[in-house]
């Protein structure tokens, strides 16, 4: 059950030297707590976050790859899963049945453990919210091995402030069990899609806020190297099966996607620079219409585009990549396009830039989504001068009211962090109560925390 490994995150920006637990279940589980040999552990799910918040150099990772069951509740519109459990399981479950989760990340490839610990969001902040606000309860084990029912609101508050510091909480908090959350019943697996293309961002973002009345699900891509940052806009709904050609009627609660391809192991580090990263820009944007209603698309196709490639993260080489992901209120949207001259400026070559709008947010102190505007970019690692201009980045955004994804971060500053996330101080008490021992932490949290 305990197995040395060299992990990274996502990114492949950062490494760590761990001893991996893979517990066979719960009392092997309280029994490793209970005897823990080292100063501290982390969860780890599928090594989907970005940076360094699921390892921890040098001491011991849980893994919950045994706890995968699944209880659906029709009536309800309700699941009950374990932690372990990926969403492309789950959806391989819960789709031919006729459900679709209320929420769901770039990637079906992350854990529900992960996914409550990030509080994920997806196309559809807008109208659902984040992971976090569909669940109705979540288990977890605390730093002394014991069980909490926790639940969004509830008589005791206690119990309602852990399960928000939970939220969103980066593993912190315990190690997550088990979790119920609700569904989105659906009667096809496929989307009606409508495609926009736009020659500027002004032009894109004014349609952006228009859409966020008319879809259920919206984001845009940018050519973060085009002078004017011009897009594609997305926007798509679940398509019911009376509607449906007739050819793929048997096919209408169908989940079998697979990748298309998969990256080699060795990329050299400068494959993707400014040339060739203008010349797919170029493709891309010309690839889609200018205008097209009603497309047919699959799950995989509308929701999981980069789980097409295996192992794509690959392609940046081996120095690996930084994914920035930021988020600014409404009256801040200028930061927008200030980002992006910056990038462009220090000649980023990015072929994956995305653009969404944020809904209301929940309760939860660290949760990362708020109303307004989140922009992510994949950033090449080796970019001369780049942690300087993301360091100016980051105060703006700071002081504009906006906060940087953790889920997606690698090298912010303790400082821009605590003041990014003004309620940290009662996330701070509340996990000292469920880990009075300060057992859990990351090499992400070493960062963040640091006086």
Request: glycine share 6%; aromatic share 12%; charged share 25%.
């Amino acid at each position: 059950m305990l197995q040395t490994q060299r992990i990274n995150g996502w990114g492949r920006n950062k490494f760590a030297d761990v001893t991996v637990f893979t517990p066979e279940n719960l009392s092997l589980l309280k029994d490793f707590l209970k005897n823990l040999d080292s100063n501290s552990i982390i969860s780890r799910g599928l090594g989907r976050s970005y940076g360094d918040s699921a390892q921890l150099d040098k001491e011991k990772v849980v893994k919950l790859t045994n706890f995968k069951d699944i209880k659906l509740n029709e009536e309800k519109r309700t699941v009950t899963v374990q932690a372990g459990a990926s969403f492309d399981e789950l959806l391989s479950f819960l789709v031919p049945k006729g459900f679709f989760l209320p929420v769901s990340p770039g990637t079906r490839f992350v854990t529900v453990g992960g996914a409550i610990s990030s509080d994920v969001h997806g196309k559809n902040h807008h109208i659902d919210g984040s992971f976090g606000k569909n669940l109705k309860n979540i288990v977890l084990m605390d730093g002394n091995g014991n069980i909490h029912n926790l639940f969004p609101s509830d008589e005791n508050s206690s119990n309602s402030k852990k399960f928000w510091s939970t939220v969103g909480g980066m593993g912190l908090t315990g190690i997550i069990i088990e979790a119920t959350f609700s569904l989105i019943p659906i009667t096809s697996s496929f989307m009606n899609v409508d495609t926009k293309r736009f020659n500027d961002i002004d032009t894109l973002m004014n349609e952006m806020t228009e859409s966020d009345k008319k879809y259920r699900y919206s984001v845009a891509w940018i050519d973060s190297l085009n002078k004017k940052f011009r897009g594609v806009l997305t926007c798509g709904e679940h398509i019911e099966k009376s509607k449906l050609p007739k050819d793929i009627l048997q096919k209408s609660l169908d989940y079998n996607i697979k990748p298309l391809a998969n990256a080699p192991n060795l990329f050299p580090n400068g494959f993707l620079n400014k040339f060739t990263v203008k010349a797919f820009n170029e493709a891309w944007f010309r690839k889609n219409p200018k205008l097209s209603f009603d497309d047919l698309q699959n799950l995989g196709q509308f929701f999981y585009p980069l789980d097409g490639i295996k192992n794509w993260n690959r392609i940046y080489g081996s120095a690996g990549f930084i994914q920035y992901q930021f988020v600014v209120p409404d009256e801040a949207s200028y930061l927008i396009v200030r980002t992006l001259e910056t990038f462009r400026k220090i000649s980023v070559p990015s072929f994956l830039t995305v653009l969404k709008r944020f809904g209301e947010a929940n309760p939860a102190p660290l949760s990362f989504p708020i109303p307004g505007w989140t922009l992510a970019i994949d950033i090449p690692a080796n970019i001369p001068n780049l942690d300087s201009e993301l360091n100016k980045l980051d105060k703006e955004i700071v002081n504009a009211g906006g906060r940087i994804y953790l889920a997606k971060d690698s090298r912010q500053s303790s400082e821009v962090f605590k003041e990014s996330y003004p309620r940290l101080s009662e996330w701070l008490k509340i996990q000292k109560e469920l880990d009075p021992n300060q057992i859990f932490m990351s090499d992400s949290f070493k960062r963040l925390l640091k006086k």
